[in-house]
Structures are given as structure tokens and as C-alpha cells.
């Protein structure tokens, strides 16, 4: 997209409108998109030093500072290396109804790193292109810019700077880098921009040559963009291009070859328990002292006994080195965003351990079954969702999910035992009588999740509840059993 | 507390009990101030190797994981190092009706920093006393721990620690500075329990010449304070210990004295303002490569013009620079926490700058009058918001408060003007004619603020506001003339 540009075509199809006005129009966007609670990314990137700063001055002269904000991501810091590379993106992302202005992007490692080529290029492309589908199936505009200047043009600029005092701060080393690679940096930026100019997230190359002209060039384009998007959104709202079916027909049902007899007598457990709670308290100082980030989850029907397990699971480990995180309803601020936003923040650093008690699949069990999501929704979800677990797991990330399982009967007689004693009725609510009512409804809704979310990176184990001590063992099995597998790859 | 520390008196005054036992007790006590809303702090704080993680592990084995929290406080990393200190602490305060366990804590520093004394070492346990105050005042528990072991066994178990395999990655170099100057250490540590062995809030000095004693000990003690911290709760929740009166008897009306006819014509404003802003550009970029963080307020009443203010001050600068942070209603989680809780995790790093467009100046205005907050709360927060700008102060910070001010006619000529204006008609709600009818209500309690909260650290400025032209101005040059000094001060 860079080679053969022609900086001279089109300079500035906008140029019949002041800057101010333009940006007076934007304003206005800003305030049709708060109204239909539509979330709007604007990427900047482009070269160093190619005017990025000034561009975005402009794009919010006019806007009301409640509904926009700029984040600008510079070198990783310690702490977010020790994440997921998109992890600092998720945490800024725009809530509906506001306008994000990223400064550099989820592109800055691919963009910045001349050497990163083929297959592991393309799997961090994979990976971008994986958030902004999502993004975009989310309802939220992307607009993406990148702005380009010949050669000559650059070194003009980082000269001019130097001799700036109040701004030579400016000029960091990756100015200098492209100051003396401008050719290969040309080329590695047009790689990466052929790669990722999808055909749902388009790039838009701008000529900084003028940065005024460049700045009404992407302040109108704004414009433009937005409204297309509205059109693309409001479209669907009403019909038009959502899928009407989804490509799926229930093959397996796991949770029909459960076998509920399984169980161990008193004897065995406790001869099991006690070591293998130490082993795992081993491990997770093991995992801790390599760096590997541990995220599990437990899911299963109501009382099935999630509780318990993580509690005997982590009985031995220290506290410090593992978190649990239970998931309630979402709070508006959590509502305002991607379903996935809330637990992104919360995915461990390095050598963390998060243990979900529920988690994201919420949104193809309770948000399936209750319908506060539409199927469109949650039939995406699936894909979205291993996609997500995708990219943990590029980051050696140790990933269990644990589903536990105990017939409608078992279910019954829990229920009535938490009745009845007083320091377990808290934990009964109407809620699961509500939800015991659908029991067919959501064995449905997991039987499809348990077989189109079980992948290689990220398996399902699904755990015989029916007796606790059963159940209780084979978490604290399957976890060593793991821990000990990404262990021996990594070390 | 610690020289002549008698470790054989009433060794473990709770062995009547076993450990799962008390685990249990401590259980049904977090049911209760779960139930009741009210938030624990335990703090266990101590030698190195003295067995902190073996006592936090036995306090939550028998918690219910989805109230609790530990968080484990190292050295400051590189993010939290541009903070000032207590920032990284307040992040991880108990909601209500939530227990937060503190693996070492706000005494981090002081404890660590054998070379604090004297007058440093005050400022500092001021600042902590300040904040402990605070929660107490806000029906926080505070229960802080400090594990006490002899020379020998400090330097027993850390051998040991370098012994194992699995655990010897837990020796540090503070390990082994205390294990080299076990005697400064005891003198200093002596010197700080003593200096923050606060009437309000006691320090617990435990031995953990034996860990399961000391872990039996924090358990019992926990119970047992819990409880305490409950009935003075509660005391004072039926009327009990609140204070009755305030001690304030309006002196000053700041506002009756403001000059509303202050003026600027138009040639004035515009020959001004172009070279102001620019110059506001230029300080808001040495502020930036100094390192110095801004904090600015701006209060005022409804259609004082105080989003026109900051689109002018910030017209020129940098938008990556700054951000506008703009108050409404808080959220449940807000809600659930101290008050000033969401303001404190937006403070700025080193360099940054954060506008806020309305703030924790709510709690004494708007939290006032319509009576969310009662008068002991408001009464008292006059001097907890002082304590918390002298803190920022004290990192350097660059405080700006602005109180931009129009009488009663001005205000009903702007909500009509923006009632017919179509790009302005967003701007006016119910809730600004309802709060027009408390005018009276309001002005008192401002007036009031603008008395009690005007310090040398961090002063109000009023603003004439009937012309906004003249404010405008008036904002951009008090910023010029804090910033030039602030960097004349520093640099």
C-alpha cells in the first residue's frame, strides 16, 4: 500500500471546508453516535515523527472531552510485558456512546519489529485481526489511518525537532531507527499493511506531506467513516445483513456419557487428598517461579459444587500466588463494553494464577438461555471466545477449564440441604429455583458450548460431580497433571 | 512495642481452640459484616521470614473466596514509582462488606528505608495516619499485625529458606539485609510501631517464634476485632458516638465579594488568548520532560462555562498530554468504596495531566445539600480532602482549583439561551432547573468550601465568570503563572 504511492493524487478532497468546520461536523457525529450508544476506535499510526500529534489535535478541537479520550502507547512497560501483547489495548477500549483515539496501536510490535516475518507475523496479525472482527461484529466503528511521508520529508522533521528545545524530548530511538532504515522500514510497513487491511477493517494511507492537509483529510474521512458506520449498524439493527441461522447442528451431547457413578470411598480420598494437595501447591510455586500465567475456570449447573473444588484445589498453595474471581451480573460500566472487556483486565501477569468462578461462557449459558443476548450473539460467541483463549495460550499461558456435572436429582437434594442448614442457606437463592426450572434449556445450551469450545489449547475437562470427593480429586489431578505438562515444555 | 518484647507472655491465649475452628468463626464474622456492608483491612505486616504467607493462609483457608482479597505489596515497580506512594494501596481497598488481606502495606516504605527519620519520617506516617483515619471515619475495620521473631530464628529460617528448592526463589534482598543488621532494623522498626501506634488504630505486635501460635493468635485476634469494630459500628450507626455539632461557625462569604463585572472586549480577548494558549502548550510540555504531575479541579455553578474554560486552556496542547475527566454519579462500585476511591486511581503519573471537570468537591456541594452524605460526613471531609491534596503535594504535584462563578440572572439566561440552541440543548437537563431551586442551599455550601478547603499547598482560584471571555483568559493565565512556578521551584 506504500510502495508506488502517489503522494501527489487527491492532496485534499476536503478543502472547500474551513478545519473548523470540519471539525464542528465531527462534533456533531460525536453527538448522534452518544445518542445510539455506538463506540468508535480511531487509530493514528504511521511513521515517527509524520504529524500524529498534530492530526489528533485537530480530530478534538470540537469535541466534548466527556465522550472521547487519546491513549497513546509508547514502548511496553515492565508491567505490560508481562501480559498478553493486546492486553493494554482491551483496557482502553471505548465504551458505547464514546470515541477512543489510539496513538499507535495493537500494530506498534508488528510495526516496530523489522525482524518479525512469516509465520510468527502472521500470527500476530491473526490475532489483531481476531479483536477487531470482534469489535466490529460488536457494533463499534474502526477507523484506521496511517499516515505516510517520503524520505526526505522525515528527516526534515527529526532535524527540525532536534533544534527544537521544548519539544527535541520528542525524539525518541525509534526516530532515530527510521532515520537511518527509512527503505527497509518502508518496506516491512507495506507487509504489514497488505496483511491487515482486511476486508471488514480497511486501512486508509494518508500523505503527511502537508499536515494540514492531511489533518482536514482525516477529519473529513472521520466524518464520512462514521456515518457509513452508522448506516452499516443501524442496517443490521433492523434486520438487514444480521445471519438469520446459524451453521450449526447438534452432533454430540457430553453431557449425556457423564458417568454420575463414579466414586471413591473415605479411605482412598483421604490417603489421595492430602498429597496431592501438597503436589499442587509445588507446582504452583513452579509455575510461579517460570513465569507462566495460569487461568482456569469452573463452570458447571447451579450446586454442582464449583465452590468446594476450587477450595480444596488451592487449600495448600499460598494465597498470595492465585486469585479467585467470582462473576455476578455486569455492572453499567461492564455493560458498556465487549461482554470479553471484564475479564480481559483481570487475565494474569506472569506467573499469576486467575481461577474464574463462572466466566465469559456466561454469555452462550445464562445470556443464551435468559435471551440477553440474540443468537446472532452468541453463535459468534463460541469462535470469538476461542479466539480469545487463543491468544492466552500464544502466550504460554496455562489454560484449564474444569465443567462439573450432577443430574437434576442430585441437584434436588442439594438444594433442600442448603435449606435447611444455617451456614449454607446463604448460598441458595431464587435465582437457582428460577434456573432449575430451564434445566433442559441450559443442558442444551452447555452440551454445544462443552463440544464447540473444546480445542487443543484449551480442552474441557468435564468433572463427575456427583460425589464431591470424586469430583474434588479429579481437579486436583487433571491441574497437577497439567501444570506438570507446561512445566516440562517450558523448562 | 519491640525492645524488651516479652516473647514467652501469653503465648496463644486461643489453644483452647483448633486452627479450623477459628477458620470457621472467622467465616461466620465475614457472613456478618458481609451482611452488615462494612469493610475489613487486616494488615499483616513484619520481619522478612517471619512467616506471613503461613499466617494469610490459614486466615482465609476458611473464607468465602468471593469476599476476600489478598494483595501482596513488593517493591514499586517502574508504573508504580510515578505515583505517589499511598496511590498503589488505595487501588486495593476493601469494598464494602469485603475483607482485603495486605501481604505488607502502606509501611512498606517506611519500614524498608532505614535512612528515614527525623522530619521525612513524620510527613510520611502523617500521610498514613491521614488515610487510616479516613477509613475508620468511613466504618473501615483496621486491624494491623506485626509478625515479631527473634534474631536467631530470623536467621534459622532464612538458611532453611536457601536450603529448598521450591521456596528458596522467596529470599530477597531485604532478607538478607535484615539478616546482616537484624539490630538497626529492630531500632528502626521500633521507632516507626511506636510513631504509628495510632489511639484509632493500634498496632498487634504478634510473636511468631512458633508460626501455628501466631497463626492461632491473628486468627483469635481477627474474630475478636471484628467484632469489636462492629459494636462501635453499630454504636455509633444508632446515634451513639457521631459527633452531634460541628465545629465551624460561617465567617467568610468569598462569593459575595467576587467582582461580576469584570470584562475583557473582544480586541483584548483576542490579542490575549492566541499568544496564552501557546504559551499553555509550552508549560504543559516542560511539565511533561519534568516530570511534574497536574492535578486540575474545576467547580463552579451549573452553565458557569466551565467545559469552555478547559476547551480553551487546552486548545494548543498536546492531546496525548492531558486528559479530561468529567464527574458524574458514581457507579455501584463506586458507591461500594470510599469516596474519594474513584477520584484517587485517576491521579496522574509523573508528567501527566488530569482536568477534572467536577470532582471530589461533589461530597461537600452537591453530596451536602441533597443530604447523600450526612453532616458528620461532609463536615469531616473538609479535612480529609485536605489531607489528600497536601499528599499529592507532597509528590510534587501541580494542584489547580477553579471556582468559576455567574449570579442567579446569568445562570437563567444561559439555560434559556441553550434551551432554543440546537447544538446546545444536550447541555441543559431537568436536574440543572432542580438544582436552580436550591440556589441558597447551594451558595452556602460553597461558600463554605471555598473557606476550608483553601490551603497554601492547595489554593481556590475564583473566577468571574459572567464574561466568559474574561474567565477564559483569567484560567489560562493562572495556569501560566502556577506552572512557570512550580518549574521555576523544581527545575
Known amino acids: 500500500m506504500l510502495k508506488g504511492y502517489d503522494f501527489k493524487a487527491g492532496k485534499n478532497p476536503y478543502k472547500q471546508f474551513k478545519t473548523k468546520e470540519l471539525g464542528e461536523r465531527l462534533s456533531r457525529a460525536q453527538r448522534l453516535i452518544n445518542n445510539l450508544n455506538i463506540p468508535v476506535l480511531i487509530i493514528v499510526d504511521g ?46 477500549l471505548p465504551k458505547k456512546g464514546d470515541i477512543a483515539i489510539y496513538d499507535r496501536s495493537f500494530y506498534f510490535n508488528v510495526f516496530n519489529d523489522l525482524s518479525l516475518t512469516g509465520e510468527a507475523l502472521d500470527k500476530d496479525i491473526r490475532d489483531i485481526s481476531s479483536i477487531e472482527k470482534l469489535l466490529l461484529d460488536d457494533d463499534t466503528i474502526i477507523i484506521k489511518f496511517f499516515l505516510h511521508q517520503k524520505e526526505k520529508t522525515q528527516q526534515k522533521r527529526i532535524d527540525k525537532l532536534k533544534e527544537d528545545e521544548d519539544r527535541s524530548f520528542m525524539i525518541s530511538e525509534r526516530d532515530e531507527e527510521q532515520y537511518e532504515n527509512y527503505g527497509d522500514y518502508l518496506n516491512h510497513f507495506d507487509t504489514v499493511l497488505n496483511k491487515s487491511d482486511f476486508t471488514f477493517s480497511k486501512w486508509h494511507v494518508v500523505s503527511s506531506e502537508n499536515k494540514k492537509d492531511a489533518s482536514d483529510n482525516i477529519l473529513g474521512m472521520t466524518i464520512d467513516l462514521i456515518h457509513e458506520g452508522i448506516d452499516r449498524i443501524m442496517g443490521m439493527k433492523n434486520g438487514g445483513l444480521r445471519k ?45 517461579t517460570n513465569g507462566i500465567p495460569t487461568v482456569m475456570v469452573f463452570e458447571g449447573v447451579d450446586a454442582s459444587g464449583k465452590g468446594g473444588a476450587i477450595e480444596r484445589l488451592t487449600r495448600e498453595m499460598d494465597p498470595r500466588g492465585y486469585e479467585v474471581l467470582t462473576t455476578a451480573a455486569p455492572s453499567e460500566d461492564e455493560k458498556a463494553h465487549h461482554y470479553l472487556w471484564r475479564f480481559y483486565k483481570d487475565f494474569p501477569q506472569k506467573g499469576d494464577m486467575k481461577i474464574f468462578d463462572r466466566s465469559w461462557y456466561g454469555r452462550v449459558m445464562v445470556e443464551r438461555v435468559e435471551q440477553f443476548a440474540d443468537m446472532e450473539e452468541w453463535d459468534r460467541a463460541y469462535n470469538e471466545i476461542n479466539e480469545m483463549e487463543q491468544h492466552l495460550h500464544n502466550f504460554n499461558t496455562l489454560i484449564l477449564k474444569f465443567f462439573i456435572y450432577i443430574d437434576k436429582e442430585e441437584q434436588l437434594r442439594r438444594f433442600k440441604s442448603r435449606e435447611t442448614e444455617p451456614d449454607k442457606v446463604f448460598k441458595l437463592t431464587d435465582e437457582d429455583w428460577r434456573n432449575r426450572e430451564k434445566w433442559t434449556d441450559y443442558i442444551e445450551a452447555m452440551n454445544e458450548m462443552l463440544v464447540r469450545t473444546d480445542t487443543d489449547y484449551a480442552p474441557w475437562t468435564i468433572v463427575e460431580g456427583q460425589q464431591k470427593k470424586y469430583a474434588r480429586i479429579k481437579v486436583l489431578q487433571t491441574f497437577i497433571e497439567q501444570a506438570g505438562k507446561i512445566l516440562d515444555e517450558t523448562t
Open 47 to 92: 511513521w515517527e515523527s509524520s504529524g500524529k500529534g498534530f492530526v489528533i489535535k485537530d480530530l478534538v478541537k470540537e469535541l466534548n472531552p466527556k465522550h472521547f479520550k487519546v491513549s497513546v502507547f509508547e514502548n511496553p512497560t515492565e508491567d505490560e510485558n508481562k501480559r498478553p501483547f493486546l492486553w493494554r489495548f482491551w483496557n482502553k
Open 244 to 288: 438469520e441461522l446459524r451453521d450449526y447442528s447438534p452432533q454430540e451431547k457430553p453431557l449425556e456419557k457423564v458417568n454420575l457413578k463414579l466414586e471413591l470411598d473415605d479411605e482412598e480420598y483421604d490417603k489421595l487428598k492430602d498429597d496431592l494437595q501438597m503436589e499442587a501447591q509445588r507446582l504452583s510455586f513452579r509455575l510461579y
